[in-house]
C-alpha cells in the first residue's frame, strides 16, 4: 500500500469513529476571552460562545486568538494554553489538540510583540526578501507560543483610497500585491505556521469605498484585476489556508459560491488546504445578505459552497449545521469532506501523527523574544526602503540646521506610526493608558536624536477634531526655527474609531480635520517646511507639493519608522520607496487605477481630468539613477518567456537604492488593454558611479488576460515594454508577439517574472 493510500486509510478509520458532535466541533472555533471588546464587524450581536467546559465536550477545531484579544502576559498565556490542549487531550474521547489562529498582518498581534510596517509599505518598498524575513520572524515567535495558524496577509488589490482598509492592503498593483504577499506566505509557512490569504476575492471593489458595499465588478476585472495575486499566492507560494470574503460580487456573495471557493480556487488552482470564514462571515449570509432564511440554511450554503471552518466561533456550523443534516437540507458527507481538510492541517502543523492521532503538545516557553534584535532590524529595514520622497525642492536632506521645529498632531504620538491590525490600535486604543510592551519613540523623539538640542515642538492640532487653538503656538515654533518638519495624517482605529481602519472610510481624501490649514499656516511663515505624512491611505496634497521644500510619504511605518523619518531628515538614509498606490488629484476622480484603458484618461471628452499628483511607482532619491539599453527580441512566440536587460547607472554623488520597474502595454487587442501594467520590479543598491545590469524574464502568463470568451490568452501582435514608472518611459522597446493565440491553462504555474542576473560593475 502506498503511504497516500494508507493515509487515506487512516484518515477514514478516525472519519468513521466519530459521532456527528464531534465532527461538528471540529468545524468552528471558540472566542473565550472576547470580553465585549468590538474587533469585528457585528461582534456581540453574533457570537454564541459557550462556556469553555461546554464548548469543548466534543472537541474543538480552533482557538480564537487567545493571545490577541486582551493584552495578557505572553508566557503566562502560554502556560494557560499549554493546559488548555492539555484538556483537550485527556478531556475529550478523542484527544484532538485545537489548532491555534492569531492575526499578525503587521507583526504577531498581542501584548509586547513586535509592530512592523503596514502592508501598504511592504509595497512602497518593492522588497520582498525583507517581507518574507519580516514573516518569518513573525511565524517563529507564534510557533514558539503553539500560534499555528496567521490570518494574514491580505491580497485585495486598492480600488478606491476612500475604503478604510487600504492601509491593510500592499498596493494598487496585482502583481505587486501577489509577489509581495506570496512572500509574506513564504517566510511565515516557512517558520511552520500557516498563512492565510484574505479576503478572497472581491471586498477591496466594493461601492463607493464603503465597508461591506456590494462589488459590481464584471468578470473580467476580478479575473485579471482582483484573482491574478490569490493565484499567486495559492501557485507560485502554496499558501495553506484561504478566507472567504464579505463581499458580494454581481448578487452573489462569496461565502455562498462554490463557482469561487470549490471550482476555481480547488479544481483549477489545485488549492487543497482550508478555507476559514471571515469572523462571522456564514451568519452574516442570514442576517446581512438576506440569502439564507436563517442560520441553518447559511451553514448550508457556507458548506456546499466550500467554507470548511466557521469563525470565530459557532453560530452557524453547531446547531444549525446539526438541524439541516436532520432536515436532509445538507448531506452529511459535506461535513466529512471539510472535516478531512481540518484533520490533515492539524496533521500538517504537528497537532497529529501520520496516522491522525493526537501528538503530545509541546511544554510551553519559559522565554521568549517578542521583539527581539532581529525583530528591529527587519522592521528598520523595511521602514526605511519604504519611506517615499514625493518632492524636494533641496532642503533635505538637512544641512545641520540650528532650529528645527516639529509640529503637528502625528508628531509625539507612537500609535501614529501603527496599522489598524496593529495591537496598539486594535486593542490597547480602548485601554487608555495600556503601555505598548515595547519600546517605539515617536517622531519627535527620533528627531531630537538625530539633532540634539536643536528641536522645539508644538503639536498644532488634534489629527481629526476642529480645535485650531494651537495654531499660534505651532506657527510661532516655526517662525524661530531654521527648518519646520510638519508631521501630519492618519489615526488607525475600527469601526469608526479612527481616520483609517476597518470601517473607517471617507467621503473625502483631504487630510483629516484642520491638518491642512496647518500646514498651509506654517508655510506661510517663510521657513522651509518639511511635510511627513504617516498615514493609512494616500491624501490629496497636490497643494503641499507646491508649496512645501519637501514632502515625505510613508505608510504607518511600524516601530522603527520614527527613526527612519529621522534618518531621512538628516540624509543618514537616503529615500527609495516608491508609491503602491497612486497619490490622487481629487476625490472626485475615484476610483482610480493606472491600470486604466485609454478611455480611463484624460481627453477631450471631459473637463474632469483624473491624472494624479503622482504616479504608481513614483519616488525620489537624493542621488539620481539613469537607464540605458533596454535590450528585447524582436519577436517572441506569445506561448513563450521574453528576455529583457536593462542597464541602471547611479549618476549621482551619493550612494543609494533604485527599484527597476518594468511596464508593458500591449498595443491592440481583442478587449481594451491598460495603458501600463507592471511585468517585473528588482531593488538595486549602487554607489556613486556603479551600474547594474538586470535581466528579466517575463513568462506569458504575466501578459495573459481574458478575452471576448474569458479564455485566459496571450494574442500576436505587438507589446511594448519600458523602464521607468507606469507613466514615464525612460527607455524602451517593442517586441512582436507571433504565432497563434496562446491560452494559458494550468500547466502555467509561474505567474512571477524571473530576475535572472543582476551584474553590478563600475
Known amino acids: 500500500m502506498t503511504s497516500t493510500a494508507a493515509t487515506a486509510v487512516s484518515l477514514q478509520r478516525v ?4 459521532t456527528r458532535d464531534e465532527k461538528l466541533a471540529q468545524l468552528v472555533g471558540i472566542w473565550q476571552d472576547e470580553s465585549g471588546d468590538v474587533v469585528a464587524p457585528l461582534q456581540g450581536q453574533q457570537t454564541q460562545t459557550a462556556s469553555l467546559d461546554e464548548g469543548i465536550r466534543h472537541g474543538l477545531g480552533h482557538l480564537t486568538r487567545p493571545y490577541g484579544t486582551n493584552p495578557v502576559d505572553p508566557i503566562e498565556k502560554a502556560q494557560w494554553l499549554a493546559a488548555f490542549q492539555q484538556r483537550l487531550a485527556t478531556q475529550t474521547r478523542l484527544g484532538i489538540p485545537a489548532l491555534v489562529h492569531e492575526e499578525c498582518l503587521t507583526g504577531l498581534a498581542i501584548w509586547k510583540a513586535a509592530t512592523f510596517p503596514t502592508p501598504a509599505a511592504w509595497g512602497a518598498a518593492f522588497a520582498p526578501d525583507l517581507v518574507e524575513r519580516m514573516a518569518e520572524l513573525i511565524g517563529q515567535s507564534m510557533r514558539e507560543l503553539g500560534v499555528h495558524q496567521g490570518l494574514a496577509p491580505v491580497l485585495d488589490v486598492i480600488r478606491d483610497p476612500r475604503w478604510g482598509r487600504v492601509d491593510e492592503c500592499i498596493a494598487e498593483d496585482p502583481y505587486l500585491v501577489g509577489t509581495v504577499g506570496t512572500a509574506f506566505v513564504r517566510g511565515i509557512q516557512g517558520a511552520g505556521v500557516h498563512a492565510t490569504l484574505k479576503h478572497f ?19 473580467r476585472e476580478v479575473a485579471d484585476v482582483l ?19 464579505y463581499a458580494e460580487i454581481d448578487g452573489v456573495p462569496v461565502a455562498s459560491d462554490p463557482r469561487l471557493l470549490t471550482d476555481l480556487l480547488r479544481t483549477e488552482w489545485g488549492f487543497d488546504g482550508v478555507v476559514v470564514a471571515d469572523y462571522f462571515g456564514v451568519a452574516f449570509l442570514h442576517v446581512l445578505h438576506d440569502v439564507a432564511a436563517n442560520l441553518a440554511e447559511a451553514a448550508a450554503l457556507a458548506l456546499e459552497a466550500g467554507v470548511d471552518v466557521e469563525l470565530p466561533s459557532g453560530d452557524a456550523y453547531l446547531a444549525p449545521l446539526a438541524e439541516a443534516i436532520r432536515s436532509g437540507r445538507i448531506s452529511e458527507d459535506l461535513v466529512d469532506r471539510a472535516l478531512a481538510r481540518v484533520l490533515r492541517q492539524k496533521q500538517e502543523v504537528g497537532l497529529l501523527d501520520a496516522q491522525f492521532r493526537p501528538l503530545p503538545q509541546p511544554a510551553p516557553p519559559a522565554h521568549v523574544e517578542l521583539d527581539s534584535p532581529a525583530h528591529r532590524e527587519a522592521a528598520r529595514a523595511l521602514a526605511e526602503r519604504s519611506a517615499v520622497l514625493l518632492a524636494n525642492d533641496g532642503t533635505l536632506p538637512l544641512a545641520r540646521p540650528g532650529t528645527v521645529a516639529v509640529i503637528g498632531p502625528n508628531a509625539d504620538r507612537p500609535q501614529a506610526l501603527f496599522g489598524c491590525y496593529s495591537f496598539a490600535n486594535h486593542v490597547l486604543d480602548k485601554r487608555p493608558g495600556y503601555p505598548l510592551g515595547f519600546e517605539c519613540p515617536s517622531v519627535r523623539e527620533a528627531v531630537e536624536a538625530e539633532f540634539p538640542g536643536a528641536v522645539t515642538f508644538a503639536p498644532g492640532c488634534s489629527v481629526d477634531g476642529p480645535d485650531t487653538s494651537g495654531f499660534a503656538q505651532a506657527v510661532d515654533a516655526a517662525r524661530h526655527a531654521d527648518v519646520a518638519v510638519v508631521v501630519v495624517g492618519d489615526r488607525a482605529g475600527l469601526f469608526g474609531r479612527g481616520t483609517v481602519g476597518e470601517g473607517c472610510d471617507v467621503e473625502s481624501l483631504e487630510l483629516p480635520g484642520v491638518q491642512r490649514e496647518l500646514v498651509e499656516r506654517v508655510v506661510a511663515t517663510g521657513t522651509p517646511v518639511v511635510m511627513v505624512l504617516v498615514t493609512g491611505r494616500p491624501y490629496v496634497v497636490d497643494w503641499a507639493l507646491a ?15 520614527a527613526a527612519a523619518i529621522a534618518g531621512i531628515l538628516s540624509g543618514r538614509v537616503n529615500p527609495s520607496g516608491h508609491l503602491p498606490v497612486s497619490m490622487p488629484r481629487s476625490t472626485g476622480a475615484q476610483p482610480y487605477s493606472y491600470l486604466h484603458p485609454s478611455l480611463g484618461g484624460n481627453g477631450d471628452v471631459t473637463n474632469v481630468p483624473s491624472t494624479p499628483a503622482r504616479p504608481f511607482g513614483f ?17 517572441c512566440d506569445t506561448d513563450s518567456a521574453v528576455s529583457l536587460s536593462v542597464t541602471v547607472t547611479n549618476t549621482g554623488t551619493r550612494a543609494g537604492e533604485d527599484v527597476v520597474q518594468v511596464y508593458a502595454r500591449d498595443v491592440v487587442g481583442s478587449v481594451t488593454r491598460p495603458l501600463a501594467q507592471l511585468v517585473g520590479y528588482l531593488r538595486v543598491a549602487l554607489e556613486p558611479g556603479e551600474s547594474a545590469t538586470v535581466d528579466f524574464e517575463v513568462p506569458p502568463a504575466r501578459l495573459a488576460f481574458s478575452d471576448r ?41 509561474r505567474m512571477t517574472s524571473a530576475v535572472r542576473r543582476a551584474t553590478v560593475y563600475r
Open 15 to 18: 472519519l468513521d469513529t466519530m
Open 201 to 219: 476575492v472581491g471586498y477591496s471593489g466594493s461601492q463607493s469605498g464603503r465597508n461591506f458595499g456590494p462589488v459590481h465588478a464584471g468578470p
Open 227 to 245: 484573482l491574478p495575486p490569490f493565484e499567486m499566492a495559492v501557485k507560485d507560494g502554496q499558501v495553506r489556508s484561504v478566507m472567504h470574503s
Open 547 to 561: 508649496s512645501c521644500a519637501a514632502v515625505v510619504q510613508t505608510f504607518f511605518p511600524g516601530e522603527e519608522g
Open 619 to 635: 519616488g525620489l532619491s537624493f542621488t539620481t539613477f539613469a537607464y540605458s539599453e533596454l535590450s528585447a527580441p524582436a519577436r
Open 709 to 749: 470568451t474569458m479564455r485566459r490568452v496571450v494574442e500576436p501582435g505587438t507589446v511594448e515594454f519600458w523602464v521607468g514608472d507606469c507613466e514615464t518611459r525612460e527607455v524602451e522597446a517593442s517586441v512582436e508577439y507571433t504565432g497563434g493565440v496562446y491560452e494559458v491553462g494550468g500547466q502555467d504555474v
